[in-house]
């Protein structure tokens, strides 16, 4: 137990408590698995199927957050069903815009609230942008993406929605290097004086976040959109 | 070892002749340009891109002598050491990255030229880096403005090819990517009024 290495690939015989006491980060994905707490000594595919959760979907996900290079190929991509892996991203982009963002707009109205009107207002409309930019993407990614593997699992799909889904991925990169710029501003040139604590504190939140959707991304990227591919091939789209 | 590429320009034929023949006898340095007129220099130094430029601060118009930096702006990582055959002002020294005087021994020269190109490395440039050019702040201040490069290229009279590599300078020197974080830069470090972008 002791053994990190052992646990640096999640398998279903692992006890789910030791590896999320070795991969603190993963208790964030628990709600959007549809998890609760309180697992006593019951492996990772004993919770599983205790609350009616995919198997290979959690450690599809898990594996992607516990291993920098980790990226399935088509076999092993085929052990988890596609609408499992929609179904997760849709619930990771309510998490982000129900908890995750509030959370940070909360803490964030409290650090500026001392700061002259200069710095507040231009930091809280950057964030705001930022939001706003991340919630297109989501929409746009549930209006186009989504609902094209729908139609490629009922075999209705055309190439006409093909196009639509591969325009998605230029804005990733745009969205996560704005929340290391947000980082930055907040880092370097905000003078070090003005409410050094909580800005700590909301920076620790934002680092995480920021974490979370670059692996969320690896997951759009290159899992969701490979396999997308794999199916398109099977319908000679 | 890099062989660096090494510009001359200075009025009088003798000094030109005797400075290549100096830099030529030293390994790691090129002569790739001399001139001792203006026009060749303005004409010939995009082509040859030398790494330094030791010039005669005389071949300045009187009006550019404090802004030599200014001058060659297009050309950020080249260097610029003055060639002293007479008296110039401290200040106007100041401007270059290095002087070498008429009288300098050989061995002086390469001590200069050395000091110059390692400074360029870990540099002054780089501990510098927080602090963005005069040029640098303006084009900032165009890109909050939401112009394009074509429009500050017009508006500054500089080529769209200087605009993208002032960009290029501004993400290096404040680690920050998008626009509207670089905005938001700019109106922290007062160079433009958050009324103006709305």
Request: net charge negative; proline share 3%; aromatic share 8%.
């Amino acid at each position: 137990m002791q053994n990190t290495n052992s646990f640096s690939f999640v398998t279903a015989n692992a006890k789910m408590a030791d590896v999320l006491s070795h991969h603190n980060h993963l208790i964030n994905l628990l709600p959007r698995l549809g998890i609760p707490l309180g697992f006593g000594e019951k492996t990772v595919g004993m919770v599983c199927e205790e609350n009616q959760v995919s198997l290979p979907l959690m450690l599809l996900v898990f594996n992607v957050y516990v291993r920098p290079d980790f990226v399935p190929d088509g076999d092993d991509l085929r052990q988890c069903p596609i609408e499992e892996i929609v179904d997760y991203l849709k619930a990771s982009h309510k998490d982000y815009l129900e908890y995750s963002f509030p959370h940070i707009e909360n803490h964030l109205r409290g650090v500026v609230q001392d700061w002259n009107v200069k710095y507040r207002t231009s930091i809280t409309m950057f964030f705001e942008e930022y939001k706003k930019e991340v919630e297109n993407h989501f929409k746009y990614e549930e209006k186009n993406v989504f609902p094209f593997v729908r139609n490629l699992l009922l075999h209705t799909a055309t190439a006409k929605e093909a196009s639509k889904v591969w325009q998605f991925e230029k804005q990733h990169s745009n969205i996560e290097d704005k929340l290391r710029d947000f980082t930055s501003l907040l880092v370097k040139y905000v003078p070090e004086d003005v409410s050094q604590r909580e800005r700590i504190n909301m920076l620790n939140n934002i680092f995480s976040l920021s974490d979370d959707i670059e692996k969320h991304a690896i997951i759009e990227e290159k899992i969701l959109l490979p396999y997308i591919k794999i199916l398109m091939d099977d319908e000679k789209l | 070892m890099k062989n660096y590429k090494i510009a001359i320009a200075d009025p009088s034929p003798i000094i030109l002749t005797g400075m290549s023949v100096i830099i030529k006898e030293l390994a790691d340095y090129d002569v790739v340009l001399k001139t001792n007129d203006v026009q060749t220099l303005a004409a010939r130094l995009h082509v040859v891109n030398p790494d330094i430029l030791i010039m005669n601060p005389v071949l300045m118009d009187w009006s550019k002598r404090m802004m030599v930096r200014h001058v060659f702006e297009d050309m950020p990582n080249m260097k610029i050491i003055a060639l002293s055959s007479a008296f110039f002002d401290a200040q106007q020294l100041k401007q270059y990255h290095g002087v070498i005087e008429i009288t300098d021994d050989a061995h002086r020269i390469k001590s200069t030229l050395n000091m110059v190109m390692e400074s360029a490395g870990n540099s002054e440039d780089e501990t510098d880096s927080a602090q963005l050019s005069d040029r640098e702040k303006e084009v900032l201040v165009c890109m909050a403005k939401g112009k394009k490069n074509s429009e500050i290229a017009d508006e500054l009279s500089i080529s769209v090819h200087t605009v993208i590599t002032h960009r290029k300078n501004i993400v290096k020197k404040t680690g920050i990517k998008s626009v509207a974080a670089l905005t938001v830069y700019a109106i922290l470090n007062n160079l433009i009024d958050e009324k103006d972008i709305i």
